[in-house]
């Protein structure tokens, strides 16, 4: 099993800035991709960003721009710097990893951006 495990998240006034984090831990052989989803209230849980171990990003079209997924292989992390906040941007974050066609996800950390 792996552990992830978030943290960065809170309150912020819209055209702020955030930055989360995400740690995983136990038994890790490869982790091959690490990302980002959201879930606000009422609504499916959405791609934010994603990284593959080499570095490859992608990102959903309304944080391109604003948001930058990084990660650290070596530390097994990953961040999400996120710019411009929007009212919309509040929801859940969860970390999520994959590993040997496995995804895992952490607990979520909320972030609210007031207007």
């Known amino acids: 099993q792996v552990q992830l495990v978030e943290s960065g998240g809170g309150l912020v006034q819209a055209g702020g800035s955030l930055r989360l984090s995400c740690a995983a831990s136990g038994r890790i052989f490869v982790i091959n991709d690490m990302g980002w989803y959201r879930q606000a209230p009422g609504e499916q849980r959405e791609l934010v960003a994603r990284?593959?171990?080499?570095?490859?990003?992608m990102y959903a079209d309304s944080v391109k721009g604003r948001f930058t997924v990084s990660r650290d292989n070596a530390k097994n992390t990953v961040s999400l710097q996120m710019n411009s906040l929007k009212p919309e941007d509040t929801a859940v974050y969860y970390c999520?990893?994959?590993?040997?066609?496995?995804?895992?996800w952490g607990q979520g950390t909320q972030v609210t951006v007031s207007s």
């Open positions: 990284i593959t171990r080499g570095g490859s990003t």
């Open positions: 999520n990893a994959l590993q040997l066609s496995t995804h895992y």
